[in-house]
């Protein structure tokens, strides 16, 4: 399984990573901005994203509606996010496949994203 994440801290997309390819057994594509994410999404064609909410510039939000906006780009996309309950409610109204939790478990984290997706 490919997988996009789009993080803008790279200590997370480091722990991200190491989790998801050598806990996961995937390939992990990564994304420091909201701009970079747009770009390796249609470029790398990854089976699922992760996508940070809170980033400067284009934030993960932004980030989601242009590639929902994007004709005929289907690709699950999970929100990581460390926000309060309410504001999860409100990513949750915005359509995502899912919403993870930072901080996240490293050592599961490779399966609660397959149980999202269903596989």
Not at 84 to 104: N, Y
């Amino acid at each position: 399984m490919n997988v996009l994440v789009i993080d803008d801290e790279e200590e997370a997309r480091f722990i991200l990573r190491l989790s998801l390819e050598r806990i996961g057994g995937m390939t992990v594509i990564e994304a420091a901005t909201g701009e970079e994410g747009l770009s390796h999404a249609t470029l790398a064609c990854p089976d699922v994203i992760l996508l940070d909410v809170n980033m400067p510039g284009l934030d993960g939000m932004d980030t989601f509606r242009a590639l929902r906006a994007n004709v005929g780009f289907d690709v699950p996309i999970i929100f990581l996010t460390g926000q309060a309950r309410g504001d999860v409610d409100h990513l949750a109204r915005l359509g995502p496949t899912g919403i993870m939790r930072k901080p996240f478990n490293p050592l599961t984290l490779a399966r609660e994203l397959r149980e999202l997706l269903g596989s």
